[in-house]
């Protein structure tokens, strides 16, 4: 029951984020360059909850985000289902305690999400490259990414814990905290 009410709040939450990238940061923007809250939220799902849990909702969320204002369905899935996965892989391999090993799992993270979409949708819709052009904008978007991250982190350490312990019940770290 509780794992149940947890997916329902991580839903909750996603049309949440949802409304602050399109409402919010679309006016907030770095030289006319936005946050990516859902590669945070995603890593963040892989972080705290189980490998399935977050490419479950790496591939939900990028086909939800694909449908309402994508180019090329599939792409966006495909990327947050790898970030859901490299957040279960950084759970495994790094500490989630320290808000330095966060800042470089969220840069990392935002990093591989815009090089594998950017590859992809080039691939796909066969345009030319402009890697000066999207070095800089990647660059602003992860300083965008890295910034809400500090500003969030507590926040998204106890709301993380919680998840944890309804995911994961054998953590002993995160059991009385």
């Known amino acids: 029951m509780r794992k149940i009410l947890t997916v329902i709040c991580l839903i909750l ?8 990238q399109v409402n919010i940061f679309s006016t907030f923007t770095i030289a006319g360059i936005k946050p990516n809250l859902f590669v945070i ?3 963040f ?3 705290f909850a189980s490998q399935l849990v977050g490419i479950s909702f790496g591939v939900v969320i ?3 985000i694909d449908f309402l204002y994508g180019k090329t369905i599939g792409i ?21 305690e320290n808000k330095l090993t966060i800042i470089f799992m969220v840069a990392g993270a935002t990093l591989i ?3 594998g979409t950017y590859f992809l949708n080039s691939i796909i819709l066969n345009f030319d ?3 000066y052009y999207f070095t800089k904008i990647v660059l602003i978007e992860i ?7 500090i500003i969030f982190y507590p926040l998204i350490q106890k709301a993380g814990y919680t998840i944890d312990r309804n995911f994961k019940k054998n953590n002993i770290l995160t059991r009385y905290f």
């Open 113 to 115: 999400f815009e090089l």
């Open 13 to 20: 939450v996603f049309f949440l984020i949802y409304f602050l």
């Open 129 to 131: 490259r402009e890697f």
């Open 41 to 43: 939220y995603v890593l």
């Open 45 to 47: 799902i892989g972080l």
């Open 76 to 96: 966006t899935a495909v990327m947050l289902c790898v970030i859901g996965y490299l957040g279960s892989y950084f759970d495994k391999n790094f500490s989630k």
């Open 143 to 149: 300083v965008y990414n890295v910034l809400l991250s």
């Open 62 to 64: 990028g086909l939800l």
